[in-house]
């Protein structure tokens, strides 16, 4: 028997936000505001702006990867020196 493919994804991302590794774990908007130190409206405004684009999706909530989050927060912080 074969698994549904929206199982299988949901498993994988629910494996990915579980990772400790920065490249692999994913994180949800409040969560990825809260670790760059910023608003989760400033990280749907770098989505929107295309500085960050979500990888995957799970329900409604947007996933964006850990390091991609640190490397724009740390980008956007040395553009307003």
């Known amino acids: 028997m074969t698994d549904d493919p929206a199982m299988a994804t949901r498993r994988l991302i629910d494996a990915c936000r579980a990772s400790t590794q920065p490249r ?4 949800t908007t409040a969560e990825a505001a809260e670790l760059a130190g910023v608003t989760p409206a400033c990280i ?3 989505a929107r702006r295309r500085y960050l684009r ?3 999706q799970y329900g409604a909530l947007n996933l964006y990867r ?3 989050v640190l490397e724009v927060e740390r980008a956007r912080r040395l553009h307003k020196q």
Do not use: T
Request: proline content about 8%.
């Open 44 to 46: 749907r405004q770098w």
């Open 66 to 68: 850990e390091d991609q």
């Open 54 to 56: 979500p990888v995957a």
């Open 24 to 27: 692999h774990r994913l994180l």
